[in-house]
């Protein structure tokens, strides 16, 4: 095999060469060279090896460093359009053009340093000239040329308005178009667009964060309105109108419920009334309990386009002075159990004894139900307060509507809770008040963030709350059972145990529900509000008018990949409503703060640095409050409110108990998950100020 050795170069003949290295051009002394590769000093003094392919031009004189200094600077004289125009349409090389360009003599070569600046100018053009291999280049077609001049033309604009939009907002100014866009680029930008661009110059020159950067150019309308849109936008992303939609009529030949005089028991703002109770034989020895539940899936059928909606929104909204239903107000009072109306309903009737309260039968009917009366337990004449049910012990009220019968069921709900509870192992302990709040929104609008807004207390476990929560979960566990039985499938909620950690969860078998002491559990008497409950609806609608052979004939079948779709969504989208509702009442409750000049609270301790509000739904965190036992009471001075990260941070000024509470004796709250995520913390926005700054990158090469 013949083989040929690098002949080392004369020490008086001095030869330096341009080449290309990893996209860059050097130039140094040659050393030596071979058919295939040359050895040579760089000026640091570094030797490399060189492929004889990567060896562009070889040259004398100047030294290489002043060489391509030379070349650099000619690129300037360089007209790229001319140079397109002399370029031949075949394919070349740099010496070529170089020649055409530079030498008035088109026989003679141009020098070296101009075929380095043609070289040079070559390679930083491939709009105009895309690289046919080493040194070799092809322009491109006058089309292609004139896209890629457009879109380099575009991009210098584009360059120009980011520069603009972030000097606006550096001087405190919000340009519309990021205005308009506000919540698209802190949650989900686009992070190539201009408007999210300029945000993260201009928070990287004020050396501000992006968020407040944009509060301080007013980008955010107000507080309120920064919450609101921005679950709308991540949640209503089409907005919250509905289409034009029908409620189309129950078609079944119902029958009237006969001897049923049902009432419904809600707060005021309840316009989706879906259900009611009756009470049938008191005096007898057998007592008949009707729960009649709105039913919506009569009518509304699965794929149809009201269905459709429902599914979207999986749930009504709740937040302070507004609300969005899951189904449009029409359609609602299509179904709503409203007093005065004989209402299409679902209902379950519990036979049992009057003394002993155990339950002997039940049944499930398919019925239209007189609704005579649509109680308010939030109305101020309303006679069914604690002193009334205390009353009611010791002579039944038969002088007020519907007394006698309110008595029988809070009695009965007290049965049925000490039953669940012995079945749960202890007592359910809900020691903390819900809170109600109300604003001043007289209009009944969409609130706008600075309405006065009034806070009150309402114990849990109240007489009329625990006569409707006992009712539905007797309906809502009669209910689980009997899909259970007869084979179809249903969206249950169970919970494995009590255990600190397990969680409530949703699927499709009729499993136990440690918490709620009950042997399985659904959602179904809300089918007007959450859509759980109204797919269980038409589950049970099917068992209803088909018995034994409804797993055929009920919508969804057992292992209906349908059905854990919807629950997945729901699971979803109920947890982003709540999430919002609780930090939208957090809001509420900090302007509470505010308009009364609340400056101190009373607090227990409960978790590391964090205290409750004795008598506001507050958690926040108290410098002072580390090492404090859970349970020590306080009073917290409080510190500044943020209205858009919701935070506000106490002071403990002085511990009011003198010794440390019996934690063993400490009743533990129920009902709550995490504890900890009711105290705000920092918004987390998608503006990412780490990401390398955006290179400018030469316009793709043209292509024949």
Not at 196 to 213: E, N, Q, S, W
Not at 214 to 225: D, F, N, R
Not at 475 to 502: C, D, F, H, K
Request: with cysteine; proline share 6%.
């Amino acid at each position: 095999m013949h083989t040929t050795a690098a002949s080392p170069r004369p020490k008086d003949s001095v030869v330096f060469v341009l080449f290309e290295e990893t996209g860059k051009f050097l130039a140094g002394r040659i050393l030596s060279e071979a058919d295939s590769s040359l050895q040579v000093e760089l000026d640091s003094g570094k030797r490399v090896k060189v492929k004889a392919a990567n060896a562009l031009l070889k040259f004398e004189k100047p030294a290489p460093a002043e060489f391509i200094a030379a070349g650099q600077k000619l690129v300037e004289d360089i007209d790229l359009d001319l140079a397109w125009e002399f370029a031949s349409d075949e394919e070349f090389g740099f010496a070529d053009l170089a020649r055409e360009y530079f030498s008035a003599d088109a026989s003679r070569p141009a020098s070296p340093e101009q075929q380095a600046a043609a070289l040079f100018r070559l390679y930083d053009a491939p709009h105009y000239f895309r690289r046919a291999g080493k040194g070799r280049f092809k322009k491109a077609p006058p089309e292609i040329l004139q896209q890629a001049l457009s879109a380099i033309e575009k991009k210098k604009q584009v360059t120009a308005q980011i520069a603009q939009w972030a000097d606006e907002l550096g001087r405190g100014e919000c340009p519309a178009p990021i205005r308009e866009q506000l919540y698209k680029i802190l949650f989900k930008p686009d992070k190539n667009s201009a408007e999210y661009k300029a945000v993260v110059d201009a928070a990287r020159a004020t050396h501000t964060a992006p968020l407040a950067l944009l509060q301080k150019a007013g980008a955010i309308a107000s507080p309120y309105q920064f919450h609101w849109q921005r679950f709308l936008f991540e949640n209503f992303p089409k907005g919250t109108r509905f289409p034009e939609l029908q409620a189309p009529p129950v078609k079944d030949a119902l029958p009237l419920a006969e001897g049923v005089r049902a009432f419904s028991i809600d707060d005021s703002s309840t316009t989706e009334i879906d259900d009611a109770l009756s009470v049938q034989g008191l005096g007898s020895g057998t007592v008949t309990l009707g729960i009649h539940i709105a039913a919506p899936g009569l009518a509304v059928l699965p794929g149809s386009a009201i269905d459709a909606v429902g599914r979207a929104r999986m749930s009504t909204v709740y937040m302070p002075g507004h609300k969005l239903t899951m189904l449009p107000d029409d359609v609602v009072q299509a179904y709503t159990l409203q007093e005065g109306r004989d209402c299409p309903a679902l209902s379950l009737y519990v036979t049992l004894s009057e003394e002993t309260l155990e339950v002997t039968a039940t049944a499930t009917r398919l019925e239209q139900v007189r609704i005579a009366s649509n109680l308010r337990h939030d109305a101020p004449d309303t006679p069914f307060t604690e002193a009334f049910f205390e009353a009611a012990q010791a002579a039944a009220p038969v002088d007020v509507q519907w007394g006698v019968e309110m008595t029988f069921l809070h009695r009965l709900a007290r049965h049925l809770k000490g039953q669940r509870e012995i079945a749960r192992g202890k007592p359910e302990n809900f020691n903390r008040p819900d809170y109600n709040f109300k604003l001043d929104n007289v209009s009944g609008t969409e609130p706008q963030g600075d309405e006065r807004v009034t806070i009150s207390t309402r114990q849990r476990g109240s007489p009329l709350d625990l006569i409707v929560a006992e009712a539905m979960i007797l309906a809502n566990s009669t209910w689980g059972q009997w899909l259970a039985e007869y084979g179809v499938p249903g969206i249950y909620r169970s919970q494995a145990s009590m255990a600190p950690g397990v969680k409530v969860r949703m699927g499709t078998k009729a499993l136990p529900h440690a918490g709620m002491g009950v042997k399985s559990y659904v959602w179904a008497t809300s089918p007007l509000r959450r859509y759980t409950d109204l797919v269980n609806q038409w589950q049970i609608i099917a068992v209803t008018k088909h018995g034994r052979t409804a797993a055929l004939a009920a919508p969804f079948k057992p292992k209906d990949a349908d059905l854990f779709s919807v629950i997945s969504c729901f699971d979803a989208a109920y947890s982003a409503y709540n999430a919002f509702q609780s930090g939208i009442e957090r809001y509420w409750t900090l302007k509470y703060l505010e308009q009364n000049g609340i400056t101190e609270l009373t607090a227990t301790s409960f978790k590391d640095n964090l205290v409750r509000a004795d008598t506001l739904p507050l958690v926040l965190g108290a410098m002072g409050a580390q090492g404090l036992p859970r349970g020590a009471r306080v009073r917290v001075k409080i510190g500044e409110i943020d209205e858009i990260t919701l935070d506000v941070f106490g002071t403990v000024v002085e511990r009011l108990d003198t010794e440390a509470p019996d934690a063993a004796a400490l009743p533990a709250d129920e009902g709550e998950d995490g504890e900890e995520e009711l105290a705000a913390g920092p918004i987390s926005i998608a503006v990412d100020l780490g990401e390398p700054e955006a290179a400018s990158e030469p316009a793709p090469a043209a292509a024949d």
